[in-house]
């Protein structure tokens, strides 16, 4: 055992010394801005103090965070090592990350033989009289699921759902695991929730810096003992980023210790996806698939959740910019004719655009849905926000009735279909904020599930992922087409058809805009049910567009690379003409 754990604290320390010269030769400092964009995807807006932690590195916290940390901490346990005949050998950390599964290292569970003797104790700890907690223990259940890698140094074992004492696991909830990187920056600071020396539970709180990131670890300066190992290591938000592993020894005196280690939780799960196929047991994979399902939250079909936004949540946002393009190029909203703007739902202060981050919105009253939406996209600026509860909102500043609700989605195949996709506005250092707005009922479409989640994703996937590899900015255009015979259901006309206008610069020298025209008639019967036909994707003039919506979209139409009249299928991005 102490051979074993020699090699792997002098594993950690070349990966240190190198990481060490290699900031040396390259200094490459984050702006603020930068930095901001990486972590602003898991921070809480109501924190308001999270972004002078993360830029200024400020010490100042909400004092909810210390109620945060001794709730996460309920999920952390010491992990007796035993032999065989019971015998008491050593100690280790663990923690939940699922309701019936522990996350501890390799070199603490070894082999399923070893967990089938070990015990997961859960209390240990004393309360703020330093008095001792009731211990309660339950049992490992290898048989169910173990899964272990050396490399990683990392074990996924299965817990008894139930203990002896007919106490239920899930008392102790779990730690959820994000799968993105990016949970932590450099030169912030970290906090590690511990059994040192298998003693009671314990806590290292600020002054533990992040020195170093690497494609699997993550060095920080940090207090740990012997029976550390396997404990969870958070960022400011509670997120484990980290699997605490080892620390690394002074190279110049084998007594002291210049920092510690821990494996990234995005190279744990991107490993579990990876030998997930491979697991012969049925209920292993069952089990790695409920973690996954955990740290991957599945479709917009889950169930909706109705929420309210303070009006802090509406104050600072600018909508649609148009001169985003470049103060030269500029791409105002598209007009609304005579007929459409006396359907236009005003807000509160009578204006008939509703202005969120990075997109705006022209809602018809008598549709209740919107006329358009108008997105600014920076490719070289976006943020991966994870997805959350589809918790929506209706628009306070516009009436209530003119937003289509929950009822109407409620027990069938209709999706609340973003028109300004979640992921668009999703850029800068407001790009959670965007995230939220774009979960309002102003920005949805009823849409068949099949027409939401494949034929209409293809086009959106091309456009974004286009900006992020090219790092360039679009500007995009998103509605319905309106027609009298639209079905009804549930007091509402479904439309059958939705456009979308792309707007980028071309070789960055003019505009390119392009339009495009994707109908979903054949996916919805008169009941709603699921109807097998064929639906395709169209390049367009933006004239039609123009003509089927009753918009006016100026000189875009000039810069079109169809004449009027052309349509071209589109089948693959190879086939989009700008």
């Known amino acids: 055992m102490v051979n074993k754990i ?113 015990v997961a104790e859960f209390n240990y700890e004393d309360d703020v009289d330093f008095m001792p907690l009731e211990i309660i223990s339950f049992r490992l259940d290898p048989e169910a699921l173990f899964i272990t890698d050396k490399a990683l140094d990392f074990t ?75 404990s969870p290591v958070f960022n400011d938000q509670w997120v484990v980023v980290a699997l605490h592993h080892a620390g690394i020894p002074d190279p110049k005196d084998s007594s002291k210790w210049i920092a510690n280690e821990g494996i990234r939780i995005s190279s744990i799960i991107r490993h579990l996806i990876q030998i997930r196929s491979a697991l ?43 001169v985003f393009l470049g103060s030269e190029f500029e791409v105002p909203l598209p007009a609304l004719g005579e007929v459409l703007l006396r359907d236009a739902a005003q807000t509160t202060d009578g204006k008939t655009v509703l202005e969120y981050t990075h997109f705006s919105i022209a809602m018809s009253k008598s549709r209740r849905l919107a006329f358009y939406t108008a997105v600014n996209i920076d490719g070289n600026q976006l943020v991966d926000v994870k997805r959350g509860n589809d918790r929506w909102y209706f628009d306070p500043r516009i009436d209530e009735a003119y ?95 939705f456009w979308k206008v792309a707007v980028m610069l071309k070789e960055g020298a003019s505009l390119s805009a392009t339009a495009y025209l994707q109908t979903q008639e054949d996916l919805i019967g008169g009941n709603l049910e699921f109807v097998y036909g064929q639906f395709a994707t169209y390049q367009v003039p933006i004239a039609q567009i123009e003509e089927l919506t009753g918009l006016d979209f100026g000189e875009l139409r000039n810069h079109d690379p169809l004449a009027e009249g052309q349509v071209a299928k589109v089948q693959s991005a190879e086939d989009i003409r700008v």
């Not at 069938?412 to 995230?435: E, F, S």
Request: aromatic share 8%; hydrophobic share 35%; net charge negative.
């Open 403 to 497: 937003q289509i609700g929950p009822e109407f989605y409620k027990s069938n195949d209709i999706d609340r279909g973003h028109l300004v996709r979640r992921r668009d506005p999703n850029w800068g250092i407001d790009a959670v904020k965007a995230n939220e707005h774009t979960f309002h009922f102003t920005n949805c479409s009823p849409q068949h599930k099949n027409f939401n989640q494949k034929a209409w994703l293809d086009l959106e996937d091309y456009l974004l992922d286009n900006a992020r590899d090219q790092e360039m900015k679009i500007s995009v255009f998103t509605g319905p087409v309106f027609r009298d015979d639209d079905i009804t259901y549930r007091d509402a006309q479904i439309p059958d058809q």
């Open 156 to 230: 996924l074992v299965a817990v008894e759902e139930t203990n002896l004492h007919a106490i239920p696991l899930a008392d102790f909830g779990y730690l959820p695991l994000l799968p993105k990187p990016g949970k932590i920056l450099e030169g912030e600071y970290v906090s590690i929730i511990q059994h040192p020396n298998g003693g009671p539970k314990a806590i290292t709180i600020r002054e533990n810096e992040v020195k170093f990131i690497s494609s699997d670890f993550v060095h920080y300066v940090s207090d740990t003992e012997p029976g550390s190992s396997g």
């Open 6 to 118: 020699e090699r792997i604290q002098q594993e950690a320390l070349q990966r240190y010394l190198a990481f060490e010269e290699e900031r040396r030769e390259e200094r490459r400092a984050a702006t603020p801005k930068e930095r901001m964009m990486t972590r602003s995807s898991i921070i809480n807006h109501h924190d308001n103090l999270a972004m002078e932690r993360i830029i200024n590195q400020s010490d100042l916290f909400p004092i909810a965070h210390l109620q945060a940390g001794l709730n996460v901490s309920k999920s952390v346990c010491r992990i007796s090592i035993r032999s065989r005949s019971g015998q008491l050998q050593s100690y280790g950390t663990g923690f939940l990350v699922a309701p019936n599964l522990l996350l501890t290292n390799n070199h603490v569970l070894e082999t399923a033989e070893a967990a089938m003797y070990a």
């Open 280 to 322: 012969e047991n049925e209920r292993s994979r069952e089990l790695v698939d409920q973690l996954l399902a955990v740290v991957m939250p599945g479709s917009v079909s889950e169930p909706m959740e109705v929420g309210v936004l303070a009006e802090d949540w509406y104050a600072d946002a600018s909508g649609y910019d148009p």
